[in-house]
Nanobody, 112 residues
C-alpha cells in the first residue's frame, strides 16, 4: 500500500511563490508517473500538472509558465513549484499516484 503526504501549503500574497512537496512511502514501485490536482468547494477536482516516466511534463493552461512539477526519485518525492500566484489559485492541492492513491491535500490560499 502506498501513502502520499503533501506539505508546503499556506498563505501567499498575489505574485508570491510556494513549493508543495508530496512524499511517497509504502509499497512503492516507482514515483515516475505522478500528478498534482486541485479542488475548490463546489467544483470538480482539476488536473494541474503531470510528470511522466520519461520526465515529460504537462500543465493546465491556467498554470502554464507559472507552475513547475519536478521529482526526486531517490527521495520518493514530487514537487510543485508555484510562482506568480493568483487569487484564483486558491484551492486544496492533492498529489496522485496511479492507480488510485491520493494524498490528504494541502490548502493553498492566495490573498492580500
Amino acid at each position: 500500500q502506498v501513502q502520499l503526504v503533501e506539505s508546503g501549503g499556506g498563505l501567499a500574497q498575489p505574485g508570491g511563490s510556494l513549493r508543495l512537496s508530496c512524499a511517497a512511502s509504502g509499497n512503492i514501485f516507482s514515483i515516475a508517473f505522478m500528478s498534482w490536482h486541485r479542488q475548490v468547494p463546489g467544483k470538480q477536482r482539476e488536473l494541474v500538472a503531470v510528470i511522466t516516466q520519461s520526465g515529460t511534463t504537462n500543465y493546465a493552461d491556467s498554470v502554464k509558465g507559472r507552475f513547475t512539477i519536478s521529482r526526486d526519485i531517490a527521495k520518493n518525492t514530487v514537487y510543485l513549484q508555484m510562482n506568480s500566484l493568483k487569487p484564483e489559485d486558491t484551492a486544496v492541492y492533492y498529489c496522485y499516484k496511479p492507480p488510485g492513491t491520493w494524498g490528504q491535500g494541502t490548502q493553498v490560499t492566495v490573498s492580500s
